[in-house]
């Protein structure tokens, strides 16, 4: 006779098992958090840990890992890192570089120059340029540069294709780094192997990665913290309320709308660099009808209330621009172009009347990631919509907007809103390694332009500053003319951080240097 | 019995077979080029060929589903596109929190709705049944997405009690991180809760009426008695039934709430993998999904039948 | 998805109740119990506020008031503004417009859909049912939110879309509730007599047996409405349903969401009157249960 557990005995059962799985797991308990752990946090997630991506959700870990030769600080001026010493030749055709003897990878090989001629060796492999972007950002960076030798064990010397005056604002962005491993470019599968002050630990997707002290970091006492804890958060909207609660000491300010707000707080510091070369652009699908037609691209151009978007969309933050070269201390800047487009909705309209284009209709797409571009697409499909013009909107995640912006054709639609660097550096760096800006064979959409590549060409060769200064002028002209993209404001990179943290710094290119960082328990 | 049990398994079978397949086509009938995306935008025509071939992409469909199919029976589910890990160790993460969140939930509900619905049954008709009555309604009809952003308004905006979303901070102990689950249990606990009360109490109500508590009444037996004894082994059976298809309707109901807080379970996994095209990971977590919610409704159905033998007589299927 | 548990454990549909009840009885039943006839007013009130609302509006609810961003109650905006300034009362009256019709359309839908499926497989038998339901089981795998978001991806997202895709997963109740029905009324006299007759088998499933179960299918599309409601808020809540500008309840609250810090009010108006839809549906369609068969006994309860 099978023995029947009664009703009352299962439901006592089922409940205990229940209860007694619910209760957390014990995790190897540690009470609080070691006084230097440091707790960051941004929006988004990690697309790579190849700090050669470049890509803008990366960016700020780029130099806790990561050294290079030289790099410069947020006034420009040169330090040296992985070199000792940085010798250009008298006429400006080659660099010799001598290595520091106690750099080491964190995984403690030493840092040698045959390293360098291997990175060099990566922007040639063409399974590698297949396979990872950063490796042809890099390959483009180093276009001009023809050779790269290791005299010795600790010298290198770089050989340039004609002179180079500006090579130390290439270095700053040739991070050194391995790939051990061909198939996995990104350095995303296995622990990345940098020579930063910080050893990468490990990630967890969409939560945080974890970087600790290189306790055999070259520079005695550096850095300070023990821990830094770099925390990805999928809602940017919570940035703010972490920060204000003190589950974190910095953020990285992704919505300009909470700028206002941290300004007011006392225990909140906000910082910005100085020379925010970021901007927003509009890439346009040129190949695609009737984007083809220059003036419907003026009309569009025209059809934008800059000076609006910049106080409602960007809160104030950003300025307006209708040019890549803005600031006023760019080689390229002429103050006519910068007060390009103003917003002239009737101008629009009798454009694209002359284009012979009717109720036109054109697709974009939005990312939660950078809230001020569904805020400025949906005032200007406002605008849009007064000249008969639609403009339809849709709202994707991360992964797939970074997708459909990097491909060539932008998977099928019309435009999307990008963010573009470097425009503040020499107009050799920002034309040779921003394919987003060019005419020809590498150009990121297809726009052709012979006469601009012409002009870069000759750019990156002159050294005559007033030559210079004349043929990025005239680049610059020509992008504003044909406007291939839509400029829209620029991208100040804003921080706030806890009084409790010291010592943060961002260096020429924008990125979050900590090295030199301490916390106050 | 293990007959019976034995036949519902097998019947299972064709169904898990059929839903593999629809896992399967996704991949195939979506738009995008998975060799395209692990070769790169830039890679030559004869890399591409390579790399399909690689890939298995050049194979007939039929193949590719049984080799795809083999590779999952074995545990081998491929890498992210994406986050380039291992799906297995992103399954395995991502389960633990899901499962944390789930079955506190589970218990909160069954710690309130269980004495409410008793109570509410055994006063029917009272301004306290007309309460529980009038909150299950509510509780029903709240989306959760709503109710967890009333919370975050409340509680993390308001009065800054408790973090706005995330699963915790893993420098920091157990407990501390129990801050972190608050509010996603109470969100997806709510609709539970009144579901749960609801049922309970109409079993109750079921089983006070029955004839036979009637005569034990009639008896003479004291109030107390008559529901402990009787009434209570009764409304047994549609409440473990219902509890267990709560269970598997949590895991669909974490999916949004997951969503809300930015909780990394495997519902928050499956959507943003969904959102963001990552095939692999869609396939693995849709695969898991799909069996553990199968192996609950079966387990719920045996159990139902084991406890009630009338019901398994009356199956018509 | 939702289906109606009664409380007493008979599985098998009681449709002679439902023979020959007319709608005019049902209604008095429906509006005498308190629930019902609450449920149903409020109803009324939504589908009107829906069809008339966006006339009376104040604002249009794309248009923009830049000047007064994420602002609180005022007279001007009775219920404030959003991130693009517009006002967030117009936006919640047409938003009524997006989740009723919804609601109405995926359920027709599923409706109409499940019932043939229903029939067919109930009548006909054999391998034709058996291939039409191993169709609803591999549906009824699926978690319906899954099955839902699953379908958008491959479709696309939209409002339509999102139609079609929560009508997708509500199949597989209705086609098995009628497919039940036409089992049981097959042996019938009166099927038995349609047949003798020599009527074409179409003719029998759809004028003899269908209306004998029509209102439990009626029942069942006003049990499966809010909660198809609320599937396709969810599904706009993740992005996956109408896209910006148009305003539907769900994605208002995703934006809500971006800017609770800036403005807690701005979430509260859509959520609620979501929430007040789906209980008055809730009531209605538990009223419209009792009434249609009231021998039936009360609180039955729901799985959403």
């Not at chain 1, 910082?271 to 009309?299: C, E, I, Y």
């Not at chain 2, 199919?69 to 929190?97: C, F, K, W």
Request: some cysteine; charged content about 20%.
């Amino acid at each position: 006779m099978r023995h029947r557990v009664s009703r009352r005995e299962f439901m006592k059962i089922a409940a205990l098992s229940t209860a007694a799985l619910a209760v957390p797991p014990a995790r190897r308990t540690v009470a609080a958090p070691a006084v230097g752990t440091l707790n960051y946090a941004e929006a988004g997630d990690f697309s790579a840990f190849n700090p050669w991506r470049f890509e803008a959700v990366n960016t700020n870990m780029h130099n806790q890992l990561f050294d290079r030769l030289t790099w410069k600080d947020d006034r420009g001026r040169v330090h040296l890192q992985l070199a000792e010493a940085y010798e250009p030749a008298r006429d400006g055709t080659s660099a010799r570089i001598k290595l520091r003897q106690d750099a080491k990878w964190h995984d403690g090989k030493p840092i040698v120059a045959q390293d360098f001629v291997n990175m060099h060796g990566y922007t040639k492999d063409t399974s590698l340029l297949a396979k990872e972007l950063g490796i042809r950002k890099t390959r483009d960076l180093l276009a001009p540069v023809k050779d790269v030798q290791a005299v010795d064990q600790y010298t290198l010397v770089f050989t340039f294709n004609g002179q180079v005056p500006y090579f130390t604002e290439i270095l700053d962005y040739f991070w050194a780094i391995r790939i051990d491993d061909p198939n996995d470019p990104a350095l995303m599968r296995k622990v990345p192997v940098g020579s930063g002050p910080f050893k990468f630990i490990h990630w967890v997707p969409n939560q945080y990665a974890r970087f600790v002290r290189n306790p055999d970091y070259y520079v005695k006492g550096k850095p300070t913290i023990d821990t830094f804890m770099f925390r990805r958060l999928d809602r940017p909207e919570t940035l703010v309320a972490n920060l204000q609660s003190g589950a974190v000491h910095g953020i990285f300010v992704s919505n300009p709308a909470d700028v206002q707000q941290l300004r007011a707080d006392r225990n909140i510091t906000v910082a910005s660099t100085p020379h925010p070369g970021s901007v927003f652009p509009v890439m346009l699908n040129v190949r695609k009808s009737p984007l083809d037609r220059k003036q419907v691209r003026q009309a569009l151009s025209y059809a934008m209330n800059r000076v609006e978007m910049a106080q409602k969309a960007f809160f104030g933050v950003s300025q307006p621009i209708s040019t890549m070269f803005f600031s006023p201390t760019s080689l390229g800047y002429r103050e006519d172009l910068a007060k390009a487009y103003p917003f002239d909705l009737d101008r629009a309209g009798r454009l694209m009347e002359e284009a012979g284009v009717r109720n036109a209709e054109f697709n974009t797409i939005v990312t939660p990631r950078w809230p001020q571009m569904k805020l400025f697409t949906l005032i200007w499909q406002a605008d849009l919509a007064k000249i008969g013009i639609k403009l339809n909107v849709a709202e994707v995640e991360q992964a797939q907007f970074l997708a459909s912006g990097n491909d060539a054709s932008l998977r099928g639609l019309d435009m999307i809103p990008w963010v573009v660097g470097r425009t503040t550096r020499d107009p050799a760096i920002f034309f040779g390694t921003q394919i987003t800006h060019r005419g020809g064979r590498t150009a990121k959409h297809g726009w052709v332009n012979d006469e601009l590549e012409k002009l870069v060409a000759e750019g990156a060769a002159e050294i005559n500053t007033a030559k210079r200064r004349s043929i990025y002028q005239r680049a610059n002209e020509i992008i504003v003319e044909e406007v291939p993209m839509i400029h829209v404001a620029n991208d100040p990179r804003i921080w706030a951080w806890s009084t409790k943290v010291k010592g943060m710094t961002t260096d020429l290119v924008g990125d979050l240097t900590m090295v030199d960082a301490t916390l106050q328990s | 019995m293990i007959r019976h049990v034995l036949l519902r398994i097998l019947h299972l079978i064709p169904t898990l077979f059929l839903a593999s397949m629809v896992i399967f086509f996704i991949i195939v009938k979506a738009p995008g080029d998975p060799a395209q995306i692990t070769a790169g935008p830039e890679a030559t025509p004869e890399q591409l060929a390579a790399e399909r071939a690689r890939l298995g992409l050049d194979k007939p469909l039929p193949v590719r589903y049984a080799v795809w199919l083999s590779d999952v029976v074995h545990l081998n589910l491929g890498y992210s596109l994406l986050a380039r890990r291992q799906v297995t160790q992103m399954i395995g993460e991502a389960i633990p929190q899901t499962l944390r969140l789930t079955l506190a939930s589970m218990v909160l509900s069954i710690l309130i709705g269980f004495p409410i619905g008793i109570l509410a049954a055994v006063r029917q008709n009272s301004r306290l049944d007309a309460v529980v009555t009038g909150l299950s309604s509510v509780g029903l009809a709240l989306p959760s997405f709503w109710l967890g952003i009333l919370l975050i308004i409340t509680f993390s905006v308001r009065f800054r009690w408790l973090p706005p979303s995330g699963v915790g901070d893993p420098d920091q102990g157990s407990w501390y991180n129990l801050r972190y689950l608050v509010m996603p249990v109470v969100t997806i606990a709510a609709s539970n809760l009144a579901v749960f009360a609801r049922f309970v109490r109409s079993a109750m109500i079921d089983a006070l009426a029955a004839d036979y508590v009637r005569t034990a009444r009639a008896k003479g037996l004291g109030q107390r008695a008559v529901v402990v004894r009787h009434a209570l082994k009764n409304a047994m059976i549609p409440v473990v039934t219902i509890l267990g298809i709560q269970f598997g309707r949590l895991l669909g109901g974490a999916v949004v709430t997951e969503a809300v807080f930015a909780y990394s379970g495997i519902g928050r996994l499956s959507v943003l993998s969904i959102l963001n095209r990552d095939y692999p990971v869609v396939q693995g977590t849709l695969m898991l999904v799909v069996c553990l919610f199968l192996i609950v409704n079966l387990t719920v159905d045996l159990t139902y039948g084991y406890l009630d033998p009338r019901v398994k007589l009356e199956e018509a299927r | 998805m939702a289906t109606s548990i009664p409380a007493s454990n008979s599985k098998k549909p009681d449709s002679r109740a439902a023979v020959g009840r007319p709608a005019a009885a049902v209604l008095r039943r429906l509006m005498r119990e308190r629930k019902g006839a609450v449920g149903t007013v409020c109803m009324l009130l939504f589908i009107l506020v829906a069809i008339v609302g966006p006339r009376v509006a104040p604002y249009n609810p794309i248009e923009l008031h830049l000047e007064a961003q994420l602002a609180p109650p005022s007279a001007r905006f009775w219920w404030g503004t959003d991130e693009l300034g517009r006002d967030i009362l117009s936006r919640v009256i047409h938003g009524a417009r997006v989740s009723l019709a919804a609601g109405v359309l995926a359920v027709g839908l599923a409706g109409i859909v499940g019932v043939a499926g229903g029939l067919v497989s109930g009548y006909l038998g054999g391998w034709i049912d058996a291939i039409i339901s191993r169709v609803w089981d591999t549906l009824l795998a699926f978690p319906a939110i899954f099955l839902a978001i699953g379908i958008v991806t491959i479709i696309g997202p939209g409002y339509l879309n999102a139609v079609l895709a929560v009508a997708i997963i509500n199949l597989p109740t209705f086609a098995r509730l009628v497919r039940a029905s036409t089992i049981a009324l097959r042996g019938k006299d009166f099927v038995e007599a349609a047949r003798a007759i020599g009527a074409p088998n179409a003719r029998i499933m759809f004028r003899t047996i269908l209306p004998n179960c029509l209102s439990l299918v009626v029942v069942q599309m006003a049990i499966a409405a809010p909660a198809a409601i609320l599937v396709e808020a969810s599904l706009s809540y993740l992005g996956l349903g109408s896209q910006p500008p148009t305003a539907s309840w769900g994605n208002m609250l995703t934006a809500a969401q971006s800017y609770l810090y800036r403005s807690p009010t701005y979430g509260i108006f859509p959520g609620a009157a979501l929430t007040l839809v789906v209980i008055a549906l809730n009531y209605f369609a538990d009223g419209l249960q009792d009434a249609i068969d009231p021998r039936r006994t009360r609180a039955g309860a729901q799985m959403t």
